[in-house]
C-alpha cells in the first residue's frame, strides 16, 4: 500500500489544535557581572500543536499525530509532546480540526 492510497481516518477530525503563548525558560550562557545579568530573563514563546491531554494544571502539545492506519499504525500516536504549566499560559486558541477540514 503507498502512502497515497490511504484515506483520511475520521478520528483525526476528533482532535483538537492549540495556538499557546506562553512564558518559557530562557538558558543564557557566558560570563556577565550580577547587574549585566539583569536585563536577561524568561521568554515569550507560541507553540502551535494537537491537544494531548489537558488538566486543571497543564496542558500537553504534539507536533506530530498519527491517526490510525493499518497495519503501520494500529491506533492514534502523539509524537514531539510539549506540557506546559497552565500557571505560565497567557493566551491560548483552541481549534477543533473538524471545523477546519472540508471533505
Do not use: C
Not at 497515497?4 to 518559557?24: F, G, R
Not at 481549534?95 to 477546519?100: D, E
Amino acid at each position: 500500500m503507498k502512502n497515497t492510497d490511504i484515506k483520511l481516518n475520521t478520528d483525526v477530525l476528533q482532535q483538537e489544535l492549540a495556538l499557546v503563548l506562553w512564558i518559557d525558560t530562557y538558558g543564557h550562557v557566558g560570563e556577565k557581572t550580577k547587574e549585566s545579568w539583569k536585563e536577561y530573563s524568561s521568554a515569550n514563546n507560541f507553540i502551535v500543536g494537537f491537544i494531548v491531554n489537558e488538566d486543571e494544571h497543564d496542558i500537553q502539545i504534539a507536533g506530530d499525530y498519527f491517526y490510525k492506519q493499518e497495519p503501520m499504525v494500529s491506533e492514534g500516536t502523539f509524537r514531539s509532546v510539549t506540557s506546559i504549566p497552565k500557571s505560565t499560559i497567557l493566551w491560548v486558541k483552541k481549534i477543533p480540526i473538524g471545523n477546519l477540514y472540508k471533505a
